[in-house]
């Protein structure tokens, strides 16, 4: 006879209690099959037929000494039941976990300011969203809330620094209501949206702003790259180099990249072009602007605005509540919707996302304006005579070149050269705010702990420079000489600027000095903020210069069809 499952005996008229089971499929994934014996007692002799009752079923009489001994009791029974249940509970809990819920969107019912997106409130003057009880009432009482911009927004547009964002990539300093992580989070719905993404990225911080887990926020939807702030590049700078350089390092993060724009949103220029492919790609789709925080969304927003309103009366009066603007990373506080488009659609201006790698992240809140150019970029080369170097010497008095010295960028970057040609040049692309001083490295240490809030800044001041962490992060470069007719490469510090590296100056022309380069290594030792990145990457074409020594790729039909093409 084959063994029977426990399944089998487990029914109301074979167990002490009533229960009932809810999946037996359960059970038998998770008890062994067992063989229960039982023994009942014969019939009484009479004239009527011997019947079994349900009484004796349930409780058979005890068995004598030596019997049955294979025979489970019933707390066996009750145990082997429970220990089912158990398990089929916790397959019930592991399955559950695995089914991931989806997002769910940002309500835009909430009544939220027009200039930040933080839900208005009455009650917390100094948060974000806070409106006066009675302004608040009024405008709720004539369905006008969408027209009230709260008190935070007010102080930021009169030029005051005030922070809310804190966490991972938040700021220091400053009142935080908000954490960078909830940020992140009021974006994870866009993945399972259907939406046409628009993308920023900072020309003058391009690896630091540029989002590299974009996929993780826009999912599989269709990205316009915008490339902005390219007014504040070099004078003389050739587009066409520079969209080229673009479209080159966007391919090799396999995005679902459309089209590559350069824009200025101060300008204007770029921007009809940026309009054009939103009407050309939007299909009736919700349109959303992405960046890191402090990319310049808002201020690519009003451009956008102000270009569509000359043939769109919808975008023409929504101009008149547009998002604020501000030089304080993370001003957008939440989404904001914006009616921009006839034909279907809401515009939407997303908080920035806030990365811990920039070195936004990690100075103090009112020495954020250091790091933001205000005009156009102009290198400063060392070796160079008219920098004067900390020593009070000259940078190219020094017959070895750059070897031996180091060179400080503010308070936040310290570059030890180790080991370059005599005719070696870096060139450093960032804010004018910071100062460069240059010294022998075996002064450097001695250097920065007097200079550092003097000379050195940021951090600024005697208070800020006390509680400053220090450099903490060291890399060391090994760069490789592979064109002396061209840099070798741009040292890119994140959230700040870049360094070009030129193996030989333009000065140099000696035979002697490019048979030595070709075949040589340059090696240099960065020194940033922990945990602030630093990039090696192919040289940004800027200046007159940049147009002659650049190349272009040669590029097989192939690329040429999937390669995303770039306006200007």
Known sequence: MAPKTLS???????????????????????????????????????????????????????????????????GDRFLERHRSFEAAKVLLKEKKKKKKEKPVKVSTNVACCYGCGAPLQTSEPDAPGYSDPETYALKKKHHQLKTVICGRCKLLSHGHMITAVGGNGGYSGGKQFIMAEQLREKLAHLRHERALIVKL????????????????????????????????LPKGTDFNC??????EATAKKKLNVISVHLTSSKSLVGVTGVASEIQKEKKGRDVYVLGS?????????????????????????????KPIQSAVPGTTLGPIQINAFLGGGKLYDTPGVHLHHRQAAVVHSEDLPALAPQSRLRG?????????????????DNSNGLNGYSIFWGGLVRVDVLKVLPETRLTFYGPKSLQIHMVPSDKADEFYQKELGVLLTPPTGKQRADEWRGLETERQLQIKIEDVERPACDVAISGLGWITVEPLCKSSTSSDSRTEATAGELHLAVHVPKPVEIFVRPPLPVGKSGAEWYQYRELTEKEEEVRPKWHF
């Open 201 to 232: 990225v900072d020309i003058v911080d391009f690896n630091g702003s540029f989002l590299a887990r974009v996929r993780d926020l826009a999912g599989a939807n269709p990205i316009i790259l915008v490339i902005t702030k390219v007014d504040l």
């Open 242 to 247: 520079i969209g080229d350089w673009v479209v």
């Open 380 to 396: 400063q080369s060392f070796p160079n005579s008219q920098v004067s170097s900390g020593n009070g010497t000259a940078g190219n």
């Open 293 to 321: 925080a402090n990319v310049g969304k808002s201020a690519f927003i009003s451009a956008l605005l102000k270009m569509m309103a000359e043939n769109d009366p919808v975008a023409a009066s929504a101009q008149k509540y």
């Open 8 to 74: 089998s005996f487990l029914s109301p008229f074979t167990l002490p209690y009533h229960l009932t089971i809810p999946n037996t499929k359960l059970l038998n994934l998770h008890s062994k099959s067992t063989l229960i014996l039982c023994r009942f007692s014969q019939p009484q002799k009479t004239h009527q037929k011997a019947t079994v009752s349900e009484t004796q079923l349930l409780d058979p009489p005890p068995e004598p000494d030596g019997t049955g001994a294979a025979a489970p009791t019933p």
